[in-house]
């Protein structure tokens, strides 16, 4: 099977809110979340993956549902454990949900979510949407307590967060490297699907291949920042074809 990508647009979003937060429902409004999804979808997306934040910062509830209804591939909902969002989510019954943490301060989301230190009120929400058929995914860093209590608490994947990789370089690349390997081989032993996301490009893209197991990446930000010159089905093609480089692992 062949790596897949998912899309995130929520920064398409977050252009859209820099004029019409005020006046979503103009005539104008600019650009078309929408219309995002369904290029990506053209270029050969396996999913569209979207951030509903407690403070509606780009993604606002109405663009989980027109996805909802409207595209043809799978829908990710990203979210944090609120009691609000996952209301949202029993709703909408996105195919899957990936866990995430939220901090007010932060312009898009930094680091894995503490699943080891929030077992209890995980569980409860991930069991709530499993047996809503939506699959549920822990955003965590390479760090093997969190792979282990992913798995205890029921959800069926983990997305590995790249962020760390992704800014680092040399002997720091080399060594996040490794540990995101080490995670993700303890996480298919367990029986987890490894995805994986955050700060990928087609440039670092290549050094995450030692990380074995991986089904879906993630990938939002350098794909519209390349969208601006190229335009987004060039990006998420020339994405892809990177990703052809991944090596098969067995069991996946």
Do not use: W
């Amino acid at each position: 099977m062949s790596l897949h990508l998912g899309v995130n647009i929520d920064h398409v979003a977050t252009l859209r809110q820099a004029r019409y937060r005020t006046m979503l429902c103009a005539h104008n409004v600019e650009p078309s979340i929408l219309q995002a999804a369904l290029e990506a979808e053209a270029a050969g997306a396996h999913s569209i993956t979207v951030h509903l934040r407690a403070d509606r910062r780009h993604i606002v509830d109405e663009d989980v549902f027109v996805l909802r209804r409207k595209i043809q591939s799978l829908l990710n909902l990203e979210m944090g454990n609120t009691p609000e969002i996952l209301e949202i989510a029993l709703r909408v019954k996105p195919d899957f949900v990936c866990m995430v943490p939220e901090n007010r301060q932060e312009v898009t989301t930094e680091g894995g979510l503490d699943v080891a230190g929030q077992k209890d009120a995980l569980r409860k929400s991930v069991g709530l949407l499993e047996a809503n058929n939506t699959r549920v995914s822990m955003f965590i860093d390479p760090d093997l307590d969190q792979v282990r209590a992913s798995a205890e608490i029921g959800a069926s994947m983990i997305e590995l967060h790249t962020g760390t990789f992704a800014n680092e370089l040399g002997v720091r690349r080399t060594e996040e490297a490794q540990r995101l390997k080490a995670a993700a081989e303890l996480a298919q032993s367990l029986g987890l699907q490894v995805n994986a996301g955050h700060g990928l490009t087609t440039t670092n893209l290549p050094e995450l291949f030692i990380v074995p197991h991986l089904v879906e990446l993630n990938i939002g930000h350098s794909l519209i920042a390349r969208s601006i010159f190229a335009g987004l089905r060039t990006a998420i093609q020339e994405m892809l074809e990177v990703m052809k480089g991944y090596p098969e692992t067995p069991n996946k």
